[in-house]
């Protein structure tokens, strides 16, 4: 894998590109343990998670919780993985 200070965009005059780092952010039930999860699911489909990006959040009820990570991503279609591996699992409800 490159070196983040290696990775150029493709086209510097667009807005999103790869490879470059990204965030996604997923939602879910409080009880689903989705600090643990979100950054697994990533994992598994081949990216890298940022160390230290990891940032949770309770809803103002504290039913839900949103837990948000940055990774390294080469390609627009490993981005949508990530996504629809995110949107798989059960206790995930949304993603941005």
């Excluded at 996604?24 to 689903?32: D, H, N």
């Excluded at 600090?35 to 959040?57: C, M, N, Y």
Aim: glycine share 8%; aromatic share 8%; proline share 7%.
């Amino acid at each position: 894998m490159k070196d983040l200070d290696d990775m150029q965009a493709q086209n510097p005059e667009q807005g999103f590109q790869f490879p470059g780092v990204f965030e996604i952010t997923a939602m879910g039930p409080i009880a689903a343990g989705l600090e643990d999860k979100v950054p697994d699911i990533i994992t598994s489909v081949g990216l890298s998670v940022l160390a230290g990006s990891l940032r949770v959040r309770p809803s103002s009820k504290g039913h839900y919780i949103s837990v948000a990570v940055s990774f390294t991503c080469p390609s627009r279609e490993k981005y949508d993985a990530a996504h629809e591996a995110l949107r798989a699992d059960p206790d995930i409800r949304w993603t941005l």
